[in-house]
């Protein structure tokens, strides 16, 4: 399917970029494809990953010490 895609300047939480580029990685995937496929299943309301990836994503967290969840959507706030 043929798309137009554009450059964008996206600020995001240090430790959320550094697991969603290693679960890229995993899944040879640009970082930008990677998000387009959440962003489509969230769309439908679907999860974009299967319980083998989502294990590596928990592992992924801890190496990152990344201590966010769903709760903290929304509330984060930079110093």
């Known amino acids: 399917m043929t ?3 554009v450059q964008t300047g996206l600020r ?3 430790r959320i970029l550094k697991v969603l580029k290693a679960v890229a990685e995993y899944h040879d995937l640009s970082l ?3 998000l387009e496929g959440i962003v489509l299943h969230a ?3 679907k ?3 299967g319980p083998q ?3 590596r994503i928990q592992t992924l ?3 990152y010490d990344l201590d966010l969840d769903a709760t903290a959507s ?3 706030v930079e110093p």
Do not use: M
Request: charged fraction near 35%; proline fraction near 0%; hydrophobic fraction near 40%.
């Open 3 to 5: 798309v137009e895609r």
């Open 12 to 14: 995001i939480e240090k």
């Open 32 to 34: 930008g494809d990677l």
């Open 43 to 45: 769309f439908e309301g």
């Open 47 to 49: 999860c974009a990953f």
């Open 53 to 55: 990836s989502l294990q």
């Open 61 to 63: 967290k801890r190496v």
């Open 74 to 76: 929304h509330q984060l």
